[in-house]
């Protein structure tokens, strides 16, 4: 099983930047790709940017320039910087892993509680 662990909530303004963390922990095989998805209210789930665990990185195209992802394979966590930040970043941002227990089992999907990430002037 993978606990995953978001840290770095805050309120900003816009122009600002604010770096998120999400930490894997737990009994598992192998931590694969990771990333990070966001919901504002009356909105969908959507994907914000995705690593490999080989440094491959997908970014949705809102915030192309602006977010960058990366990730420490040592210790499990990946980290999402936000720069230049909008009104419209404003959501619940949560962390995404695809892990294995073992190593020939499948690949699951694990998601992080969330955290608040709140732009405003």
């Known amino acids: 099983q993978v606990q995953l662990a978001e840290s770095g909530e805050g309120l900003v303004r816009p122009g600002g930047s604010l770096r998120l963390s999400c930490a894997a922990s737990?009994?598992?095989?192998?931590?694969?790709?990771m990333g990070w998805f966001r919901q504002a209210p009356g909105k969908l789930r959507e994907l914000v940017a995705t690593?490999?665990?080989?440094?491959?990185?997908i970014y949705a195209d809102s915030v192309k320039g602006r977010f960058t992802i990366s990730r420490d394979n040592a210790k499990n966590t990946v980290y999402l910087q936000m720069d230049s930040l909008k009104l419209e970043d404003t959501a619940t941002y949560y962390c995404n892993a695809l892990g294995r227990n073992s190593k020939f089992g499948p690949r699951l999907m694990y998601w992080g509680q969330g955290t608040q990430v709140t732009v405003s002037s």
């Open positions: 737990g009994s598992f095989f192998s931590i694969g790709t």
């Open positions: 690593i490999s665990d080989g440094g491959t990185t």
